[in-house]
Nanobody, 120 residues
Framework: QVPLVESGGGLVQAGGSLTLSCTASGRTINNSNMGWFRQAPGKEREVAAISWSDGGTTYVDSVKGRFTIFRDNAKNTVYLQMNSLKPEDTGVYYC??????????????WGQGTQVTVSS
């Protein structure tokens, strides 16, 4: 078990910014892939961003240029900086680790989820 504790969600106007954080316990993230997935009401969970263990990143097309995933390995924490937020970014955001693809079902550990709501 790798507990992942998320924070940083909230309500923001379109065009605003939020930064999510996810801190892992019981396992170093230094050599682990870390991801943020999101789920809007009535929709399947989808990848938002992944920070690969080799330093690379992956973003879903809809957030490219607006979201940045980065990590502080010393703090065992991964962040998602979200700028220029749009109403369609609204959903529950989940931090995850223990996988190696863009598919949520391949990941072993999940945070509790944090709600992001973007008003228009």
């Amino acid at each position: 078990q790798v507990p992942l504790v998320e924070s940083g969600g909230g309500l923001v106007q379109a065009g605003g910014s939020l930064t999510l954080s996810c801190t892992a316990s019981g396992r170093t993230i230094n050599n682990s892939n870390m991801g943020w997935f999101r789920q809007a009401p009535g929709k399947e969970r989808e990848v938002a961003a992944i920070s690969w263990s080799d330093g690379g990143t992956t973003y879903v097309d809809s957030v490219k240029g607006r979201f940045t995933i980065f990590r502080d390995n010393a703090k065992n924490t991964v962040y998602l900086q979200m700028n220029s937020l749009k109403p369609e970014d609204t959903g529950v955001y989940y931090c995850t680790t223990g996988g190696s693809t863009r598919r949520w079902r391949t990941y072993d550990y999940w945070g509790q989820g944090t709600q992001v709501t973007v008003s228009s």
